[in-house]
Every structure is written in structure tokens, then in C-alpha cells.
T-cell receptor, first 113, second 117 residues
Framework: AQSVAQPEDQVNVAEGNPLTVKCTYS??????LFWYVQYPNRGLQFLLKYITGDNLVKGSYGFEAEFNKSQTSFHLKKPSALVSDSALYFCAVRRTGANNLFFGTGTRLTVIP | GAVVSQHPSWVICKSGTSVKIECRSL??????MFWYRQFPKQSLMLMATSNEGSKATYEQGVEKDKFLINHASLTLSTLTVTSAHPEDSSFYIC?????????????FGPGTRLLVL
């Protein structure tokens, strides 16, 4: 079985401050981990993924995420938040050999001007 | 990056009618496409996996006779909601995986909002 937990429904951060959106996962074998962002009434946009290699992954729009195997976490981070980063963020996991993604419940990020 | 389109972007229909939603990969070939459903303020729930040239694989609890999926080519999959009812109103999102990449990323369409009156 596989699962993804995003413990925070809502994250508020002031513009210019660093942001973190948390994600923990449970999956058998080596995980493929993804972050997607969704703007209102839009589909999901791919931000970044971890497959193998360096634990720190850099993605689109200045976002990065750190894979921590011991803590089974894949938190999304950005050094300086922008108001335009306000959106719904989904963490997803795919088990090696599996076909589909399994999504977390999403975290709504609000960046306050 | 890879682009996935969906058509229509929104549709309003009467109860009992059928609605077809198209999902196209515009600049890559996708042997596998996925159909998701998203309710307000909830996550995406996988409905079915669509493989080119074969029958779709449906998730538990999804009625295959109600949600007909056809993956006729490497760039097109369709979802038909048959005899739609108000409870079928939702945001339907497709995604496609680029067959060329070893550890493929799923690319998502913009979604189709369905409202059944």
C-alpha cells in the first residue's frame, strides 16, 4: 500500500519569507516523489520530482525539495515566497513498477503581501 | 515542457445526457493516460488508467459502464460520462505519460468542469 500525508491544509507566509510545505509518504520499495501546483480552475503543473541521486531536487519557479529517506519526507521549500506562489500544492508518490501516482490531500499556500 | 490539452474546458448538461471529454498530448506520444476526478477542496482521485489499444483499467468503485474510456491513439484518450446525473458534477482531469522517458513524469491537462443539472 502507498500513502501520502500533507499534514497542513493551509500554510500562510509573508512575502519574502522562506516557505515550507510538508509531505511524508509511505510506500514499499524505492519511491518516485513529485510536487505539483494547481491554480484555481486549472489542472496540475509539474514542479519537481525525485527519482534517484541527490537528495536536494531543484524545480520550477525557484522551488526545491529535499528527500529524506529516514524520515520518509519530501518537503517543498522556497527561500523567498512571492504572492504569485499562492496556490494549492500536491505531493504525490509512485511506487517503483507501479503505473499511477497517489496524491496527498493538498496544502493551500497563501503568501501575504 | 510537454503539453496536454482537454476539451471542453467546461460543460453544462441536463441529467440523463452523455458527455464526452477529450484528452490530447500535443507534443509527445503517450501510451498511458490517466483520468482523475477532483471534488471541491479535495485531492485528485484516480478513476482509471487508459492504455493505447487496450481496455482501460478502472479503480475500485468506478463504474466502467458509466465512465467509458477510449484510448484510440497515442495522443488521444476520451472519457464519456453516460447518462450523467447531478452527482457526476465534478472537475475531471486527465494526465499523460511521455513514453520516451525512462522515469516518466505525468503531465496534466487543464481539467474539464462538468455541471449536470
Amino acid at each position: 500500500a502507498q500513502s501520502v500525508a500533507q499534514p497542513e491544509d493551509q500554510v500562510n507566509v509573508a512575502e519574502g519569507n522562506p516557505l515550507t510545505v510538508k509531505c511524508t509518504y509511505s510506500v514499499s520499495g524505492n519511491p518516485y516523489l513529485f510536487w505539483y501546483v494547481q491554480y484555481p480552475n486549472r489542472g496540475l503543473q509539474f514542479l519537481l520530482k525525485y527519482i534517484t541521486g541527490d537528495n536536494l531536487v531543484k524545480g520550477s519557479y525557484g522551488f526545491e525539495a529535499e528527500f529524506n529517506k529516514s524520515q520518509t519526507s519530501f518537503h517543498l521549500k522556497k527561500p523567498s515566497a512571492l504572492v504569485s506562489d499562492s496556490a494549492l500544492y500536491f505531493c504525490a508518490v509512485r511506487r517503483t513498477g507501479a503505473n499511477n501516482l497517489f496524491f496527498g490531500t493538498g496544502t493551500r499556500l497563501t503568501v501575504i503581501p | 515542457g510537454a503539453v496536454v490539452s482537454q476539451h471542453p474546458s467546461w460543460v453544462i448538461c441536463k441529467s440523463g445526457t452523455s458527455v464526452k471529454i477529450e484528452c490530447r498530448s500535443l507534443d509527445f506520444q503517450a501510451t498511458t493516460m490517466f483520468w482523475y476526478r477532483q471534488f471541491p477542496k479535495q485531492s485528485l482521485m484516480l478513476m482509471a488508467t487508459s492504455n493505447e489499444g487496450s481496455k482501460a483499467t478502472y479503480e475500485q468503485g468506478v463504474e466502467k459502464d458509466k465512465f467509458l474510456i477510449n484510448h484510440a491513439s497515442l495522443t488521444l484518450s476520451t472519457l464519456t460520462v453516460t447518462s450523467a446525473h447531478p452527482e457526476d458534477s465534478s472537475f475531471y482531469i486527465c494526465s499523460a505519460r511521455d513514453r520516451r522517458l525512462a522515469q516518466e513524469t505525468q503531465y496534466f491537462g487543464p481539467g474539464t468542469r462538468l455541471l449536470v443539472l
